[in-house]
């Protein structure tokens, strides 16, 4: 019956994948143990297990009125994610947000604006802005211009960096002619 905000850190599909989900998720595999891109695989099945584990105890038992998941990195599967060897690849991960009939109902202009920004770029760096707009809570360090949730959203592929702002986005080769 009260507000909570809660956050959940898990391991995910970090380097030495074989030891991010447990036997039951190992669906794939060449040889008698899974290795490489199999290991990954299965790491990320068990992530998104976990993830609807967590969607449906906060829905039944927690009033879930919006859930974001996003990753603090990619991996390229040869080079994991070491920023001595950056690869755009390293850049790309899953970000979405669940927003609950309620919420919608309640914050209309907010679903919208995440519907309208759903092909939008984004890194993750601009999260705190946009969980600080998806909880209506501005304070005086929130930019109105960084929060993925509102109309005034201002970053495009054009204006954003990684790698601690050396590479602009528009230099990842998926990007190239955009």
């Known amino acids: 019956s009260k507000n909570n905000f809660i956050v959940i850190h898990i391991m995910g599909s970090h380097i030495y994948y074989n030891d991010r989900y447990p036997h039951e998720f190992s669906k794939w595999k060449q040889g008698p143990y899974p290795d490489g891109q199999e290991a ?3 790491s990320q099945l068990y992530t998104d297990w976990l993830l609807q584990q967590i969607y449906t105890y906060g829905k039944e038992k927690l009033n879930l009125q919006a859930m974001v998941y996003f990753s603090d990195h990619g991996e390229s599967l040869d080079k994991s994610h070491n920023p ?6 390293m850049t790309h ?3 979405w947000i669940y927003l609950s009939p309620q ?3 309640e914050y209309p202009q907010t679903a919208e604006e995440l519907t309208k920004h ?3 770029y984004f890194t993750n760096d601009l999260l705190y802005d946009t969980l600080i707009g998806l909880m209506h809570a501005p304070n005086q360090r929130y930019d109105v211009t960084r929060d993925f949730s509102n109309g005034k959203y201002r970053f495009n592929l054009h204006n954003l960096t990684t790698l601690l702002g050396e590479q602009p986005l528009t230099n990842d080769p998926v990007n190239a002619g955009k």
């Open 93 to 95: 991960i899953p970000f």
């Open 40 to 42: 990954y695989a299965n």
């Open 84 to 89: 001595d060897t950056f690869d755009f690849v």
């Open 118 to 120: 759903e092909h939008q």
């Open 103 to 105: 919420y919608r109902a």
